[in-house]
């Protein structure tokens, strides 16, 4: 059974850090393409980061470049997105998913499995 499991969201003032964790069980070996992706209430879902667990190749959305940095840790099946620099505009659930595809993309109709997603809210 795939699990995609997301913690570490929470309240934090802007300019604060959180960081993200996903923990995934019972993938197949061609599912090592895993992305983080947001909603925030009134707006569709938007692709933030994306990683291979194969290369280590990286993608992020403008807005939060220079600001958010996805990492892995395959001992522990773990996708971690540390957040640096929030603003109000990074208020939203944030979910991760787990793709197959050749290229690495923030397209979510490439990711097959969810998880439940966490709720990260930036506010003074």
């Known amino acids: 059974q795939v699990q995609l499991v997301e913690s570490g969201g929470g309240l934090v003032q802007p300019g604060g850090s959180l960081r993200l964790s996903c923990a995934v069980s019972g993938l197949t070996a061609d599912y090592d393409n895993i992305g983080w992706f947001r909603q925030a209430p009134g707006k569709e879902r938007e692709g933030v980061s994306c990683?291979?667990?194969?290369?280590?190749?990286?993608y992020y959305t403008n807005s939060v470049k220079g600001r958010f940095t996805i990492s892995r840790d395959n001992a522990k099946n773990t996708v971690y997105l540390q957040m640096n620099a929030l603003k109000p505009e990074d208020t939203a659930v944030y979910y991760c998913?787990?793709?197959?595809?050749?290229?690495?993309?923030?397209?979510?109709?490439?990711?097959?499995?969810w998880g439940q997603g966490t709720q990260v809210f930036v506010s003074a």
């Open positions: 990683i291979s667990t194969a290369d280590d190749g990286t």
């Open positions: 998913a787990a793709g197959d595809g050749y290229y690495l993309t923030l397209d979510q109709y490439e990711y097959a499995y």
